[in-house]
């Protein structure tokens, strides 16, 4: 079902009598064509030029994050600038970190950098994708889950399309995208 907008407007027929009262019609318009304009004024919290730099910060700085088998690290939400537990739970069927964050916030919608596994994470309401790293070595590749230990540096032309694609509310559908495209797809409210 296509979402719908009512607007009552008022009946201005020239033949109806001065003395009668206007008669109220009801117009219906289909959102589902409708593009929201981008904000372009919106741009992400400022990252580090060197990986190593952005992980001490977080995983040993004062805001560090406890490790253990059931967190995924500190996630960096791009968009505001905190720093949530990526898939720490409150409670065993609770919702991870990032999740609560987004709903918190973002209305559903959010963009979060995982240090642990040097990799941006798109959201939309319960569903979450991987996306690009934000990082890469010195050849133009990225590092997923910091196998290589390469040094990594930000790369601005990435940075820019994340930040295209959410003012652009794009994430919604590239979560939806990844996920379909995917051989592994992350549980539901995981992160």
Do not use: M
Not at 1 to 28: F, G, W, Y
């Amino acid at each position: 079902q296509r979402p719908t907008l009512s607007i009552a407007l008022d009946d201005d027929d020239a033949e109806a009598p001065k003395a009668a009262t206007t008669a109220k019609k009801e117009a219906v318009v289909d959102l589902s064509r409708v593009a929201l304009p981008p904000r372009l004024d919106l741009r992400f919290v400022r990252l580090p030029e060197s990986f190593t730099e952005l992980y001490t910060r977080l995983v040993h700085g004062p805001r560090r994050t406890t490790l253990d088998e059931d967190n995924e690290g500190p996630a960096l939400c791009l968009i505001c600038g905190h720093v949530v537990d990526a898939a720490r739970r409150t409670q065993p069927d609770a919702p991870g970190g990032c999740a609560l964050h987004t709903r918190s916030h973002g209305d559903g919608v959010g963009v979060f950098f995982l240090v642990q596994k040097c990799a941006s994470l798109l959201t939309y309401n319960s569903h979450a994708a991987y996306g690009h790293s934000l990082y890469l070595d010195d050849f133009g590749e990225d590092d997923f889950n910091l196998r290589r230990g390469a040094p990594l540096r930000l790369s601005h032309e990435r940075v820019r399309e994340l930040e295209l694609l959410y003012t652009a509310h794009g994430i919604p559908a590239e979560v939806a995208r990844r996920r379909k495209d995917s051989s592994r797809v992350i549980a539901e409210d995981y992160y």
